[in-house]
Nanobody, 122 residues
Framework: KVQLVESGGGSVQAGGSLRLACAAS???????IGWFRQASWAEREGVAA????????YYSDPVKGRFTISRDNAKNTLYLQMNSLKLEDTAMYYC????????????????WGQGTQVTVSS
């Protein structure tokens, strides 16, 4: 069973940056790894994902051009670099791993971390 632990969340002013990390308990070569977020009033939504074997990346429209997903297979770690943060980016961010499609579908992922809070203020 893959275990995922997120880190790097925090409070930042609008326009600032944060880098999230997700450490996996074992090799993530053969899975798709994604970042989801959930605000208290909203459904959990896909933010970005990467196919760890091919390196293909996927982004939701609201974060495209601002967020960058990357992975270090040697360290079994996934990253999410978040730049130009906006108030609407405030949410709990979750790392997830799975094999299903589409990449933004939460039920395509089998394993989830506990989440890390990101709060953007004006």
């Amino acid at each position: 069973k893959v275990q995922l632990v997120e880190s790097g969340g925090g409070s930042v002013q609008a326009g600032g940056s944060l880098r999230l990390a997700c450490a996996a308990s074992e090799s993530i070569i053969s899975v798709r790894i994604g970042w989801f977020r959930q605000a208290s009033w909203a459904e959990r939504e896909g933010v970005a994902a990467i196919s760890t074997a091919s390196g293909t990346t996927y982004y939701s429209d609201p974060v495209k051009g601002r967020f960058t997903i990357s992975r270090d297979n040697a360290k079994n770690t996934l990253y999410l670099q978040m730049n130009s943060l906006k108030l609407e980016d405030t949410a709990m961010y979750y790392c997830a791993a799975g094999y299903g499609l589409p990449w933004y579908f939460r039920y395509a992922y089998n394993y989830w971390g506990q989440g890390t809070q990101v709060t953007v203020s004006s």
